[in-house]
């Protein structure tokens, strides 16, 4: 886990806080819709009232590929940076967090996607998220696509895992509705998916549980009402502690199945989530119910202690599916034109991603796949 975290009203300021002395340079990592938003305004403000040189990398691509990741690491070692900052979603915090362990020739990003252990942390660095989120600023991950596979492919090296890190409702707050929505559903994944995983623990269970509140409370108010500034708030802390549940659980098979979207189609990452979320959960819920009905118990504040466990995890299910709905996000494939003759190669590609799918409560046979599949076709 991050050892330093700021959260809640005005955490932003504490950056004045965490640059110490002995910094002289630094670089701010972000893309350039979150600097055209005019979130990186307030870090120049206090690095330049410190006095510390900095510079700006904001060419970062949304979801990027190994050799996009590559480009701006090279960049960014000619720098010559003691500090990094990133301001943005989770596409530029892991391209950040790659930097912060590849700062000299050593390896590349390729090299990690054949031994992600080879590198160890050079250069320290904050997150600062400006979606809630993907829980980036929390996991040793760093997720990149590999176009000749078609794939998108994590990196996990706990020496990417951020020194600092702020939450601070201000920087969500003028985000796109469909990117709130979009980002808003993966966390809700994250925290569901870890919790109700083969590898949840009490440890797990006690960062998902409560992500899973502070989300399924507040996605919709936070991503519908631009006011909503302790929705907002509590939405960064939910999916930051959805981010943490991931570091000792695991996704499983939303995200596994969800990876080939990302890889052919360029689906939003959040997206693809969503549209398997509930088809999903119904195939699991055999194997989950008892998990769904705890989280009944604890999200639903009015809820009727009285019900069964099948009728508490329908519930529960039922509600994951209104979230996706109510927030406007697709739930077919067919909005993004993927013909139903692709559905072999997407069972073969989801099949491979044996990484998540192992987590599974519920085995996934390829003609479960498939049916997976197809109901969102
Ligand atoms: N490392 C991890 O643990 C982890 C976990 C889940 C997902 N991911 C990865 O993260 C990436 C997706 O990240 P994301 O969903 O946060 O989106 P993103 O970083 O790709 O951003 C999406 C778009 O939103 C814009 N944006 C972001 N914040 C904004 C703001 N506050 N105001 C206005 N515009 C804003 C960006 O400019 C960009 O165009 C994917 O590559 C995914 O695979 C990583
Ligand atoms: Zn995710």
């Known amino acids: 886990m991050p050892k330093n975290v700021f959260a809640g009203q005005h955490a932003l300021e504490q950056l004045g806080a965490i640059l110490t002395a002995d910094i002289k340079k630094a670089v701010i990592f972000t893309d350039k819709g979150v600097l055209s938003a005019g979130l990186t305004g307030i870090p120049e403000q206090i690095l330049a009232d410190k006095g510390i040189e900095y510079s700006i990398i904001s060419e970062i691509p949304a979801e990027p590929s ?27 915090m892991d391209v950040a967090k790659l930097a912060s362990i590849l700062a000299t020739d050593a390896y590349t990003v390729k090299d990690l996607l054949d031994n992600p252990l ?18 980036s600023e929390a996991t040793p991950n760093s997720i990149v696509a590999v176009p000749e596979q078609e794939l998108k492919v994590g990196i996990v090296n706990p020496a990417m895992i951020a020194d600092y890190v702020i939450l601070d409702g201000r920087l969500i707050k003028k985000l796109p509705k469909h990117i709130a ?60 502690y959805a981010g943490v549940a991931i570091t000792s659980s695991g996704t499983t098979a939303v995200h596994a199945l969800s990876y080939p979207l990302g890889g052919k189609y360029h689906i939003p990452h959040g997206v693809s989530n969503a549209i398997l979320l509930t088809p999903v959960m119904r195939f699991n819920e055999p194997a989950i119910q008892e998990h769904l009905a705890r989280a009944y118990d604890r999200v639903v504040k009015d809820g009727n202690r009285e019900l069964s466990a099948a009728e508490k995890s329908r519930f529960i299910i039922s509600e ?58």
């Open 320 to 377: 994951l599916e209104r979230i996706v709905a109510v927030l406007e996000i697709p739930t077919s494939l067919k909005t993004f034109n993927v013909p139903e003759s692709d559905l072999e190669g997407l069972v073969e590609a989801g099949m491979q991603v044996t990484r998540l799918l192992v987590n599974n409560m519920r085995e996934v046979t390829p003609d479960d796949a498939r049916k997976i599949y197809m109901e969102v076709l």
């Open 118 to 135: 080879l590198a160890q942390k050079q250069v320290p660095s904050l997150m600062i998220p400006t979606t809630a989120g993907t829980g």
């Open 66 to 92: 190994y050799l996009q990741a590559q480009e701006i690491v090279d960049r960014f070692k000619h720098e010559h940076a003691d500090f990094i900052i990133a301001v943005g979603g989770g596409s530029v």
């Open 181 to 240: 929505a979009a980002t808003g559903v993966d966390a809700l994944c994250h925290a569901i998916e870890c919790f109700t995983s083969a590898k949840a623990n009490p440890f797990s269970d006690t960062f998902a549980l409560e992500g899973l509140d502070l989300i399924m409370n507040n996605v919709i108010e936070a991503c519908t009402n631009p006011e909503a500034l302790e929705a907002k708030n509590k939405m960064l802390l939910g999916s930051f």
